[in-house]
């Protein structure tokens, strides 16, 4: 009861962007300035939200910021600039698999076979690879790069993690800048090429936005216009970090 008196009191509007790349964020309870903070407020919402553990209250839970956007509409590289900038650890969902790829398991064999058809890899495997991953890390704040994808993804993280995401940046770019980028990438992914990259923007549509539509309805999404130069998405990238209490 307290607690949601306390997150109603603390919705707060984001700061407005001018910059070309700007960003349209929702309310929710991790955007506050701290020079809007009044201070008994402060203290009082970091009692409420911090989650004393055995340790004598050093536990908390991370920040979670999963990361969502199209093939190519540039997640890893704004990625790498928010954990260099902001501290936090970046997971890649993809990552994790092309990793599992390389290991050469068996499990590796059915990932390579579904990311080459620009297919969703069951959502328990790759759950299972971020749940480790954000404990071997023990970061306080992390980014999700490219997770969830589809609804079953959503459903198995929280099942399995027992979290909700704090926040979903979604970076908004047109589909024939994407495939541009992907073109262009040349790192010998095996799934950059033409007929790939259109099933990713299939499934993009189809089983992605509809995740990005439902934290929409939670108030969690703040969209980034990911056009113009990485250097120009950072700029809003980096407003937009910089209002949040993590
Ligand atoms: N703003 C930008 N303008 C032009 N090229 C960009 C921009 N941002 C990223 N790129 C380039 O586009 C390619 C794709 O970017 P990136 O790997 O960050 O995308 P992604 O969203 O992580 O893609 P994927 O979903 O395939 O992993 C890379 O070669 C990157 O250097
Ligand atoms: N949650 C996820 C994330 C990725 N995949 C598969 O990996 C491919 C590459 O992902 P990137 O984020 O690096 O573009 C993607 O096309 C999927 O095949 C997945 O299944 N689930
Ligand atoms: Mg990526």
Request: aromatic share 6%; charged share 25%; net charge positive.
């Amino acid at each position: 009861m307290w607690r949601r008196r306390l997150g109603a009191l603390l919705l707060r509007s984001p700061p407005s962007s001018s910059s070309a790349a700007a960003s349209s964020c929702q309310h929710h309870r991790h955007h506050l300035l701290p020079s809007e903070e009044p201070l008994a407020l402060n203290r009082l919402a970091r009692l409420f939200t911090s989650q004393a553990g055995s340790d004598g209250g050093n536990s908390q839970k991370p920040f979670i910021a999963f990361v969502l956007g199209g093939p190519g509409s540039g997640k890893g590289t704004q990625c790498t600039k928010i954990a260099s900038d902001f501290g936090f650890a970046h997971l890649s969902a993809g990552d994790l698999l092309r990793h599992e790829i390389a290991s050469g398991s068996e499990k590796g064999e059915l990932i390579l076979d579904i990311i080459k058809e620009g297919r969703i890899v069951p959502s328990e495997i790759t759950v299972e690879l971020i749940r480790k991953a954000m404990e071997t890390s023990s970061a306080n704040k992390v980014l999700i790069d490219g997770f969830p994808r589809c609804e079953e993804n959503r459903i198995t993280f929280e099942r399995i993690v027992g979290r909700e995401p704090d926040i979903v940046v979604f970076f908004d770019c047109p589909e024939d800048e994407m495939v541009k980028r992907l073109l262009g990438r040349n790192q010998g992914r095996v799934d950059d090429n033409i007929e790939t990259i259109k099933k990713r923007l299939k499934v993009f549509e189809s089983l992605n936005i509809p995740v990005v539509d439902y934290y929409s309805s939670r108030g969690k999404v703040c969209k980034i216009n990911a056009t113009g130069t990485a250097d120009e998405i950072f700029e809003a990238v980096r407003k937009l970090f910089s209002s949040l209490r993590f």
